[in-house]
């Protein structure tokens, strides 16, 4: 069986065919560049990209794929978590396009795909559970056990700014313009990364808490908004010069502080489930210094390829595969909800 699967949750209208068994046949993306010129994405904007490129998009995939409609036999797009005005726009569009020639349409998690990218069939190969996994991206930060390919349990998400946000905040306040995590990285090759003593940032044990598996969670928090913070004021006590002169020891040391708390969860998460294998998803996981830490583990780490990371719509086929699809006309009434908590 072949999914079609579209994801536009953010400000990438993506599309997909992937084969029942894992295999990747089209995955096609198209990033909005307008969004750098405000310095974060624009809703609005971002929702009317997606009416003008998803018609494209889709015949594009299929295009790649060799494929007509007539040989898909299920449709998935995106249901959540994301913007709502750019879930709309995806969701919709499926649900009409599975209607009207009466297939099968099934609602996916957007965390769900970050997790099923594991599952594809790629040169990295298949990536089965159990295992721990980490999601940062832009808009979401947390610590996954995934038990089986259908679900995951979270063990600790972020309070606050998700890992992506934080670096994208604080390359603005170096200056760095958005999207900023890739230019940031660059900045801090050049830096020292003890140079600033910036917090790491995680949500820290409570008080009397014990060891047991729902205490433990507790403490796998993520909250990078004291992080963000430091880094604020440490730029409004320096000079323009200054600023000039220590700007790669003030990235290297922000980007140490997110890396270390995403490594300390992960070996927290790896201790107390008793795991030795670990999975990362989101476009943070492109980052350079991550990438190198996580390959000094010590567990089997296994990182999709930058393409899968990044929100794509081969990942929300590849948990369609897992998931309930609905026959007509069952799905015609289902909506897309903004939060992890799934509308009615």
Do not use: W
Not at 177 to 206: K, M, N, S, V, W
Not at 231 to 257: F, G, H, I, K, N
Request: glycine residues 12%; charged residues 20%.
């Amino acid at each position: 069986m072949n999914v079609l699967a579209i994801e536009s949750s953010c400000d990438d209208t993506c599309a997909a065919v992937v084969q029942g068994d894992g295999q990747v046949l089209a995955n096609v993306i198209s990033s909005q560049g307008v969004h750098s010129r405000f310095g974060g994405v624009v809703p609005e904007i971002a929702s009317r990209h997606h009416l003008e490129l998803i018609d494209l998009v889709v015949l594009q995939a299929l295009a790649e794929a060799g494929l007509s409609l007539d040989d898909i036999g299920l449709v998935a797009a995106t249901r959540g978590p994301g913007l709502v005005g750019a879930l709309l726009v995806g969701f919709s569009y499926a649900k009409g396009l599975a209607a009207a020639h009466r297939l099968a349409f099934a609602p996916v998690d957007h965390l769900q795909g970050h997790v099923a990218a594991n599952f594809l069939r790629t040169e990295q190969g298949q990536f089965e559970p159990p295992f721990i996994c980490l999601i940062a991206s832009g808009g979401h930060t947390l610590i996954a056990h995934v038990r089986e390919r259908e679900g995951f349990e979270v063990l600790g998400r972020t309070l606050d700014d998700a890992a992506g946000e934080a670096f994208d905040k604080g390359a603005r306040m170096l200056g760095l313009g958005y999207p900023g995590g890739a230019a940031l990285e660059r900045l801090a090759a050049g830096g020292d990364p003890a140079a600033f003593d910036f917090p790491a940032g995680g949500a820290r044990p409570r008080a009397g808490m014990g060891v047991g598996r729902i205490e433990f969670a507790r403490s796998l928090d993520f909250s990078f908004a004291g992080l963000k913070t430091a880094l604020l004021y440490r730029v409004r006590e320096l000079s323009e010069s200054e600023l000039a002169t220590l700007a790669p020891d003030l990235a290297a040391s922000y980007q140490a502080a997110i890396v270390d708390s995403l490594i300390a969860r992960c070996e927290q998460a790896l201790k107390v489930t008793g795991l030795e294998r670990l999975a990362v998803g989101g476009g943070v996981a492109a980052n350079g210094e991550l990438r190198r830490r996580l390959a000094s583990m010590g567990a089997t780490v296994h990182v999709p390829a930058p393409i899968l990371c990044t929100d794509n719509a081969a990942m929300i086929a590849s948990a369609a595969r897992f998931c309930s699809a609905l026959a007509y006309p069952a799905y015609l009434p289902l909506d897309v909800y903004a939060t992890g908590e799934s509308a009615a």
